[in-house]
T-cell receptor, first 117, second 110 residues
């Protein structure tokens, strides 16, 4: 089945630093990837939709300058948390849509636990 | 806007029991519905996908049903095992976006 790889799985950083999270679709080309944020015991909150070759579409309330998304190729999207602060600590998950029309499945990365000290 | 609700929020059952998880959505104009499993601190694993034209899908001990007109889907787990303990999420695909339920946290007691 389709595989989405997310890296790193865990990162601890100091306040004020930037952190980059990578999301790769390993065996299919994903024109669309999604970035979510998840707080403990809560569901996924969509942050932005990443489209290959164009600007990401951000959900209301998500700071574009804070959470930079780049989707430069059909297999890679990156999320950069700029000038991270403790309130940015969370679990971040990416997903990619299988483009085959018969499936239209979502496949998820394993997530990144970000802790900002 | 599509709203997806899952009931119950948490469920605890003894090993071997059959159980049903519920997912309801407010707008029946969906493309498909997908059930996922999430273990603590991990990403989501796809379990079953039901297209809008289908009524149910089966995989092993799992059976998912879809009643689009009433806005409901159920995930049936037969002969539950401790390894089934996880959070189960349903997601509705409207074609443009995926909407997630709040999840059901399942604990299967040995």
């Amino acid at each position: 089945g389709a595989v989405v790889s997310q890296h790193p799985s865990r990162v601890i950083c100091k306040s004020g630093t930037s952190v980059k999270i990578e999301c790769r679709s390993l065996d299919f080309q994903a024109t669309t990837m999604f970035w979510y944020r998840q707080f403990p015991k809560q569901s996924l909150m969509l942050m932005a939709t990443s489209n290959e070759g164009s600007k990401a579409t951000y959900e209301q309330g998500v700071e574009k300058d804070k959470f930079l998304i780049n989707h430069a190729s059909l297999t890679l999207s990156t999320l950069t948390v700029t000038s991270a602060h403790p309130e940015d600590s969370s679990f971040y998950i990416c997903s990619a849509r299988d483009p085959k029309p018969i499936n239209e499945k979502l496949f998820f990365g394993s997530g990144t636990q970000l802790s900002v000290l | 806007k599509q709203e997806v609700t899952q009931i119950p929020a948490a469920l605890s059952v003894p090993e071997g029991e059959n159980l049903v998880l519920n997912c309801s959505f407010t707008d029946s104009a969906i493309y498909n519905l997908q059930w996922f499993r999430q273990d603590p601190g991990k990403g989501l694993t796809s379990l079953l996908l039901i297209q809008s034209s289908q009524r149910e899908q089966t995989s092993g001990r799992l059976n998912a049903s879809l009643d689009k007109s009433s806005g409901r889907s159920t995930l049936y787990i037969a002969a539950s095992q401790p390894g089934d303990s996880a959070t189960y999420l349903c997601a509705v695909n409207t074609g443009n976006q995926f909407y997630f339920g709040t999840g059901t946290s399942l604990t299967v007691i040995p």
